[in-house]
C-alpha cells in the first residue's frame, strides 16, 4: 500500500471511529494490567463483567497477592482458562510487590518477565498507559493488516514489525483501536461486509460483486 493509500486508510478510519479507545474496562495501571491479562483469549465484553468483584475483594497488588487461589477462581470462572489465570494473577500480584514496588514497569521486558503477560500484552499495557509508541496486534490487527496488505508477516510479531514501518509511531495506538474496531464491526473474520465498508476502494481483498 503506497503513501497516498496510507493516509486515505487513517482518515477514514479517524473519521468513523474519532474516539479510539480500549473496550476494557479499568481506572488505574494496576486494573489495566489485570484486565489486560485476563482478556488473551477473550472477549473483552466476558472481561468487563466479572473484573468489577475482582477489583472489589482486590483492589491492590498487595491484596492479589495473597487471594485465596479458589476464590479468584470462582470470580473469573467464565474467563477462558479461568484456572491457570488464576494462578497467573495471584503470582503476579506477589512479583509486582516484591520486585517492582506495585509500580508497573514500563519496559517491555520487565513485562513479559510477568506471569501470564507475553508481548501482545505487554504491548497494550505500554500503550494505554501512554509511555511508550507501541502496536498491539491481536487478532483484528493481524486479520485487517493482511486484508489490506499491509503485511504478509506469519506471526504477530512479524505482522507488528511490518505495521511499525508502515505508519509513524504517532499514529500507533490510534490505528491499533481503529483496525479493532472495524475488525469487530465490519471486517469480520467470516463475513467481511465489504460493500458497506468505507475502506473498500483501497483494499486488495474487497469483494463488491
Not at 491479562?37 to 468487563?48: E, F, P
Not at 491457570?84 to 500480584?93: M, P, V
Request: glycine share 4%.
Amino acid at each position: 500500500m503506497g503513501p497516498k493509500r496510507k493516509q486515505l486508510l487513517l482518515s477514514a478510519l479517524a473519521e468513523l471511529y474519532p474516539d479510539p479507545h480500549s473496550e476494557l474496562n479499568f481506572k488505574n495501571e494496576y486494573q489495566l494490567l489485570i484486565a489486560v491479562l485476563l482478556s488473551a483469549q477473550c472477549t473483552d465484553k466476558k472481561v468487563n463483567q466479572i473484573i468489577p468483584e475482582l477489583f472489589t475483594r482486590y483492589p491492590t497488588f498487595e491484596a492479589l497477592s495473597k487471594a485465596a487461589l479458589t476464590d479468584v477462581e470462582r470470580i473469573i470462572r467464565q474467563i477462558n482458562y479461568f484456572k491457570t489465570k488464576s494462578k497467573h494473577l495471584i503470582e503476579t500480584g506477589r512479583q509486582m510487590v516484591e520486585r517492582f514496588d506495585s509500580i508497573v514497569p514500563k519496559r517491555q521486558e520487565e513485562l513479559v518477565s510477568l506471569p501470564g503477560v507475553g508481548r501482545k500484552t505487554a504491548n497494550v499495557i505500554v500503550c494505554e498507559a501512554g509511555e511508550v509508541p507501541a502496536f498491539p496486534v491481536d487478532t483484528h490487527v493481524f486479520r485487517l493488516a493482511h486484508r489490506l496488505g499491509l503485511s504478509k508477516g506469519k506471526t504477530t510479531d512479524a505482522v507488528e514489525k511490518d505495521l511499525r514501518k508502515a505508519f509513524p509511531p504517532a499514529e500507533w495506538r490510534n490505528l491499533h483501536h481503529r483496525f479493532i474496531f472495524h475488525g469487530r464491526r465490519v471486517c469480520k473474520a467470516r463475513a467481511p461486509n465489504c460493500a458497506g465498508c468505507v475502506l473498500s476502494s483501497i483494499c486488495p481483498s474487497a469483494v463488491l460483486a
